[in-house]
Nanobody, 122 residues
Framework: QVQLVESGGGLVQAGGSLRVSCAASGRTFSGYAMGWFRQAPGKEREFVAA????????YYAESAKGRFTISRDNIKNTVYLQMNSLKPEDTAVYYC???????????????WGQGTQVTVSS
């Protein structure tokens, strides 16, 4: 069992930056691939980024490439999502998830956090 708690969400102006974090507790964090997903009002949850257990491999949705960076600290049991050049369409609840393989599908993840709200104003 892994417990995930997101933090760092908030309100930011378009063009600004924000870093959200996800702290893990329970079983060995370094044994899990981690992903970030987001869900905007009235829309389905979508993949944003993923990172392998070692951090050596990262994957991004097209909408995140060049603007977002996923990273992890296996000592602090935390995964991060640095978001730059934010746009109003990035407004969503951001969720972190833990799974066996870093994939872009929700089915690949067994554990989910409660989410943190990110709002980008125009």
């Amino acid at each position: 069992q892994v417990q995930l708690v997101e933090s760092g969400g908030g309100l930011v102006q378009a063009g600004g930056s924000l870093r959200v974090s996800c702290a893990a507790s329970g079983r060995t964090f370094s044994g899990y691939a981690m992903g970030w997903f987001r869900q905007a009002p009235g829309k389905e949850r979508e993949f944003v980024a993923a990172i392998s257990q070692s951090g050596g491999s990262t994957y991004y949705a097209e909408s995140a490439k060049g603007r977002f960076t996923i990273s992890r600290d296996n000592i602090k049991n935390t995964v991060y999502l640095q978001m730059n050049s934010l746009k109003p369409e990035d407004t969503a609840v951001y969720y972190c998830a833990a799974g066996v393989v870093a994939v872009a599908t929700m089915r690949g993840y067994s554990y989910w956090g409660q989410g943190t709200q990110v709002t980008v104003s125009s």
